[in-house]
């Protein structure tokens, strides 16, 4: 999630040109040297005697799976993810997503430098919460989602948050390469291009790190995951095609919104099926354990809508990852 470089640029535009929404942007600062003032060196914990085992071992991986983000897939090689600070919350951050009631055209939000993009973030659930409860009241469908990492794109050196590390080292490493490769490019304005590029350099970076450090079971089961989450965007693609064809026809509105439900009905019992056929994974339980909307589309196809061209891009290089880089800058 890369809204803190986003706000940090308008703090200092809105400090010159009398900007509205100064609460908005104060709280995203406040919360950013909150988590800067809080880092503490990987190092240091880890000669600490003090330090718990379990938290040792997983630092001590985070060390080899920073290195080797460099050393490896080219990524920066800076202070980031060099430091670590243990937060209260399950999440760093809440992303609010909207969308109109009978369009999959996401809200925007566009600040001074860097653009416009189809969320808000904030550091406190209660004001994501509250801000996505003003857009319900304009009759907007509304999506607010945990975010467990960010990325300042290199303007500071992102510490590693506990809220990254719950998971297993698949998504340890995931999360570390998805921010690094926001900070190797970021087009402004186009979040659809940045996350997908952050996700594809991350598959192909949690790939190459099991390959060459973990074993060929571990790898397999990384693919199988990979397959469940493609076959979760597809499920996600057919909705999002239907919807759209249901709010562009000639039907009256009531009957759009009838439609609209029988929709998301029809896609929850295509998920039941498609997890029979997993053999009951459930990662994606909770996603579909909310109710469906079209802000909660929009969530999904601003990361994933554009991976099928990104992916062919990367083995029309062969796999090499500063060729893909390069051919991803001369897209901008």
Not at 314 to 332: A, I, T
Request: with cysteine.
């Amino acid at each position: 999630m890369t809204f803190m470089r986003i706000l940090l640029v308008c703090i200092a535009v809105c400090g010159l040109a009398a900007c509205s929404h100064v609460s908005y942007y104060s709280q995203a600062i406040r919360g950013h040297f909150d988590l800067m003032n809080r880092r503490q060196p990987i190092e240091a914990i880890l000669e600490d005697r003090r330090t718990e085992p379990a938290l040792l071992e997983r630092l001590r991986v985070v060390r080899e799976i920073r290195d080797f983000a460099s050393r490896v897939l080219v990524l920066p090689e800076n202070g980031s993810y060099r430091n670590y600070v243990a937060l209260d919350r399950p999440y760093v951050s809440w992303a609010v997503y909207a969308a109109p009631a009978l369009s999959l055209t996401p809200k925007q939000w566009c600040f001074p430098v860097a653009g416009c993009v189809p969320y808000r973030g904030y550091f406190s659930k209660q004001e994501a919460i509250t801000f996505a409860q003003r857009l319900r009241a304009q009759g907007l469908d509304v999506h607010v989602a945990g975010v467990t990492a960010y990325s300042t794109l290199g303007w500071f050196d992102d510490p590693l948050l506990s809220t990254m590390i719950r998971h297993g080292e698949a998504s340890l490493a995931g999360l570390i390469f998805h921010e690094l490769a926001h900070q190797r490019l970021y087009v402004d304005g186009d979040a659809a291009l940045n996350e997908a590029f952050a996700m594809v350099v991350q598959q192909e970076g949690v790939r190459r790190w099991l390959k060459q450090n973990r074993s060929r079971q571990d790898l397999a089961e990384f693919e199988q995951v990979l397959l469940r989450r493609q076959d979760f965007y597809v499920l996600i693609d057919r909705l999002r095609h239907k919807l759209k064809s249901n709010y562009e026809s000639d039907r009256d509105d009531a009957a759009k919104r009838d439609a609209k439900q029988h929709l998301f009905t029809e896609a929850q019992r295509a998920y039941r099926r498609l997890k029979k056929g997993w053999g009951g994974h459930s990662e994606y339980d909770g996603w579909f354990e909310q109710p469906l909307n079209n802000a909660k589309m929009v969530s999904v196809a601003v990361y994933h809508e554009r991976i099928p061209d990104l992916i062919q891009l990367l083995r029309g290089c062969e796999g090499d990852l500063e060729c893909f880089y390069q051919r991803v800058e001369d897209m901008r």
